[in-house]
Every structure is written in C-alpha cells, then in structure tokens.
C-alpha cells in the first residue's frame, strides 16, 4: 500500500422521477447507454420505479438512478464526465450517439469541441438523454513530455 491511498471515482448517483424508472423508462434508458456506450444494466439490483443500476464495463464502476419525490434539477452546465483512450475513439462514440439521435431526438447532443490548452488539447463532445445531468465524453491529447501524471509546474 502506497503511504497516501489514492481513491479513484467509482459511481455517479441521480435521483429522477420513479416513473422514469418504470419499465418504458428503463427500456430507453438501458437503449442508450447500451447503444452509445455500451452499459449494461445490473439486474438483480433494479427495482421497478425504484432503482436501476448501470454498469460501466466493472461491477466497481456504475450509474445508480434512483427514484425520489424531489428529484435531482440541475443547471444546463452541470454534467459528468468519461473518457476515453484516443481522439478515434471519441468519434466512434460521438457517431454511435449520432445514430441514435437520429431514432430518439430527445437525445441532445453538443458537438465535438477541442479546447487547447498548450501541454494538453482536450477533445469532447456532450450528451444529454432523459436525465438531469449531461455526459462530457473526452480524450486527452497531450504534450510531449507531460501526460496524466504530470505536475504543473508554479
């Protein structure tokens, strides 16, 4: 063990309305996030307009929407983010998202953006489908000489 643990993030959780979680719902739900990012949902835990728990390719990394009388509402900005390894396959998702739009137009889709910043140009794109929270998917172009790891120098 390393002197100083390091804690990575593992879950998101969003409280939405219980009829969001009934089955029609769920259904869309576990469509888009199987279709664009390949999700899977954890079926022993859903609860019909109670629960629903997205898996994120690890049992130690998921979605959890949960129903609630005060739903979560929040400002157009607020989001959460994912990345991905390469620029290629941020297109790839972007694309998948695309395709379902084109079937779904409640999807809402902010386009490809690259903000450089110098050592690192950052590559993303923003989804938003029935939930309060958008998704900023991204990928990490950096430098030579500096990555993930790196500190700013002062």
């Given at each position: 063990?390393?002197p100083t ?89 972007l ?60």
């Open positions: 063990m390393s643990p390091r804690p990575t993030f593992n879950h998101v959780a969003i409280s939405v309305p219980g009829e969001l979680l009934g089955a029609d719902g769920r259904d869309d739900l576990l469509r888009f996030f199987g279709e664009v990012f390949g999700f899977t949902e954890m079926p022993t835990m859903t609860k019909d307009g109670e629960l629903l728990v997205l898996r994120v390719h690890s049992n130690e990394h998921f979605v959890y929407l949960h129903a609630a009388e005060d739903p979560m509402r929040c400002p157009p900005a607020d989001h959460f983010g994912m990345s991905v390894e390469s620029e290629a396959e941020l297109d790839f998702m694309e998948r998202a695309r395709k379902f739009q084109a079937l779904d137009p409640r999807l809402e889709i902010e386009e490809k953006q690259t903000d450089d910043f110098k050592v690192l140009k950052l590559h993303s794109f923003y989804v938003r489908y029935r939930l309060p929270l958008k998704i900023e998917v991204q990928c990490f172009e950096w430098a030579a000489g500096v990555g993930a790891d790196s500190l700013p120098e002062a």
